[in-house]
């Protein structure tokens, strides 16, 4: 098997692209067989620059490897198609030479009349097809003593295929069975351009042969270009080598319909691509789910399940199980929603399968750069107590700046519901009590303490206890408590109580 991940270099990468290499990816390494990175950079007016390195790098970052490709060189190189240029004029001519292609040497505005022509004669959308083309000058209509005049003054010219007529091509998809289309439905594409370079029609089949592709699994959007691409395989005697083809469903956005777009990213103010984008021409960065500290893991988790499902109600699988688990048979025809909430839900899943020894190093380099510091005994017990509630590792922060940052304020409505009754008096008891401990402190002792000053005033410490936890955090909800306030310490947290005491309604 050999497969190949062939995108143009025309922006960051789209999450549907590297769902695309996943599904390469994972098809080939449970089979056995390469993966190839080809960049597709014949149309010169949409290169970006900067968009090939970060396919590499955002690829990488998921865990997607290559074989062979432009960044590491293999035995059909070169893996740039700018860079095999001077190979696609003769398989163009070939084509021409055997009747498949045709030169044509319309200028713009005679397309654009003909076009014109066809539509006030009532064609909607008119084509250069086997009907338009008898019109046209091209080397079909012309005499060939003129093509040849043409030719030799150097007039600009490009190579269409001859689209035949009134064939039916039967293009077998791996997801979508049999696909029937008839060439009537089809024009003569243009194959070879007027500034020497191929168009991707050409340059793609061309290289799937040459670097002797066997499955080309791509997005749907290629599937009507599909059937050029089996008459091309064909007019070159190609196709006993010919791939497989599977075209894998759309994206969609998360909610109501249509194609997923960065749009529907920043409508919610998260990231989009993988890794951070620079754009070329403003400089301006833009984060992406590396930067924004969610695990690749989890991304190819998430993007695994977009469009392919196991069989059955598993949904965490790690690389190494989504390979021996996937196949094409499971891959879906219709689209897939893209539902960032489910992309942190991975997150979490994964964030709480991590030890706690792994995210030391990590939630340190989050509290020096805030100027914070723990002893390594107290952050090992902390982050299992804030590690359930937090999405990214970036959260830690959050979840701990009311250990390190008293209480700025009291929220009113829980304070109001739950800072009478009996709750001042059981208050005024523990700051008196804790503050007696001296040495001994910790969840057993804070808990016990609170408990006896519950049951001394005969309500619930149940009743109590979102009140405590405003009083010491500030918070309405939080971490394990007691747990938490033994970490603090006994004094911080005295100081605390007495500071929500002096806060508490006097009436
Ligand atoms: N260059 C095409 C793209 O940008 C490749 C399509 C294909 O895989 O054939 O997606």
């Given at each position: 098997m050999r497969v190949r991940f062939a995108p143009s270099p025309t922006g960051p990468l789209h999450p549907g692209g590297v769902r695309t290499a996943l599904f390469n990816y994972l098809l080939v390494r449970k089979m056995g067989g390469q993966m190839?990175?080809?960049?597709?950079?014949?149309?010169?007016?949409?290169?970006?620059?900067?968009?090939?390195?970060?396919?590499?790098?955002?690829?990488?970052?998921?865990?997607?490897?290559?074989?062979?490709?432009?960044?590491?060189?293999?035995?059909?190189?070169?893996?740039?198609?700018?860079?095999?240029?001077?190979?696609?004029?003769?398989?163009?001519?070939?084509?021409?030479?055997?009747?498949?292609?045709?030169?044509?040497?319309?200028?713009?505005?005679?397309?654009?009349?003909?076009?014109?022509?066809?539509?006030?004669?009532g064609v909607a959308s008119?084509?250069?097809?086997?009907?338009?083309?008898?019109?046209?000058?091209?080397?079909?209509?012309?005499?060939?003593?003129?093509?040849?005049?043409?030719?030799?003054a150097g007039e600009s010219y490009v190579i269409r295929f001859k689209m035949p007529r009134g064939r039916e091509v039967r293009v077998r998809d791996?997801?979508?069975?049999?696909?029937?289309?008839?060439?009537?439905?089809?024009?003569?594409?243009?194959?070879?351009?007027?500034?020497?370079?191929?168009?991707?029609?050409?340059?793609?089949?061309?290289?799937?042969?040459?670097?002797?592709?066997?499955?080309?699994?791509?997005?749907?959007?290629?599937?009507?270009?599909?059937p050029l691409h089996v008459l091309l395989?064909?007019?070159?005697?190609?196709?006993?080598?010919?791939?497989?083809?599977?075209?894998?469903?759309?994206?969609?956005?998360?909610?109501?319909?249509?194609?997923?777009?960065?749009?529907?990213?920043?409508?919610?103010?998260?990231?989009?691509?993988?890794?951070e984008w620079t754009n070329p021409e403003s400089g301006e960065k833009t984060p992406g789910y590396r930067e924004a500290g969610y695990f690749p893991?989890?991304?190819?988790?998430f993007l695994a399940l977009l469009g392919w499902n196991p069989g059955d109600n598993r949904e965490i699988f790690e690389m190494d199980e989504l390979i021996q688990s996937f196949g094409l048979d499971r891959v879906n025809k219709h689209g897939a929603r893209y539902d960032f909430t489910k992309l942190q839900w991975f997150n979490q899943q994964y964030l709480r399968s991590r030890s706690v020894d792994s995210l030391m190093d990590p939630c340190r380099n989050l509290l020096v750069q805030q100027g914070w510091n723990l002893e390594d005994s107290t952050l090992q017990a902390l982050i299992p107590l804030v590690m359930e509630r937090m999405v990214l590792v970036s959260d830690f922060i959050h979840e701990v700046?009311?250990?390190?940052?008293?209480?700025?304020?009291?929220?009113?409505?829980?304070?109001?519901?739950?800072?009478?009754?009996?709750?001042?008096?059981v208050l005024g008891d523990l700051i008196d009590c804790y503050e007696a401990l001296?040495?001994?402190?910790?969840?057993?002792?804070?808990?016990?303490?609170?408990?006896?000053?519950?049951?001394?005033?005969?309500?619930?410490?149940?009743?109590l206890l979102q009140g405590l936890r405003l009083a010491v955090t500030g918070q309405a909800s939080g971490p394990a408590l007691f747990e938490w306030m033994g970490l603090r310490g006994r004094l911080a947290c005295v100081a605390r109580l007495r500071q929500a005491a002096a806060t508490l309604p006097t009436s």
């Open positions: 190839v990175l080809r960049i597709e950079d014949t149309d010169q007016t949409r290169f970006v620059p900067g968009a090939e390195e970060f396919i590499i790098e955002s690829l990488s970052w998921c865990g997607i490897e290559f074989d062979e490709g432009v960044h590491k060189g293999g035995p059909y190189g070169p893996y740039r198609q700018s860079e095999r240029k001077a190979m696609y004029r003769q398989y163009a001519m070939q084509l021409v030479e055997s009747g498949h292609a045709y030169y044509a040497f319309d200028t713009e505005e005679e397309l654009e009349t003909m076009r014109e022509q066809f539509k006030a004669s008119p084509q250069y097809n086997a009907i338009s083309r008898v019109r046209m000058k091209n080397s079909l209509s012309l005499p060939s003593d003129e093509v040849a005049r043409r030719l030799e791996r997801i979508r069975g049999l696909v029937v289309v008839q060439t009537a439905q089809l024009d003569d594409k243009v194959l070879f351009k007027s500034d020497g370079m191929p168009t991707y029609h050409l340059a793609n089949v061309v290289d799937d042969y040459l670097m002797k592709i066997t499955h080309v699994i791509r997005g749907e959007e290629w599937l009507p270009s599909t395989y064909e007019a070159f005697d190609w196709l006993d080598t010919m791939p497989e083809f599977a075209h894998l469903p759309l994206l969609l956005k998360p909610d109501g319909d249509g194609k997923l777009s960065k749009r529907d990213g920043d409508r919610l103010g998260l990231p989009f691509y993988a890794t893991e989890a991304y190819v988790n700046r009311p250990f390190f940052v008293d209480p700025e304020s009291y929220d009113e409505g829980v304070a109001a519901k739950k800072w009478g009754g009996a709750f001042p008096a001296h040495d001994e402190w910790n969840a057993t002792i804070v808990e016990t303490k609170f408990k006896e000053a519950a049951a001394k005033h005969g309500v619930t410490p149940g009743s």
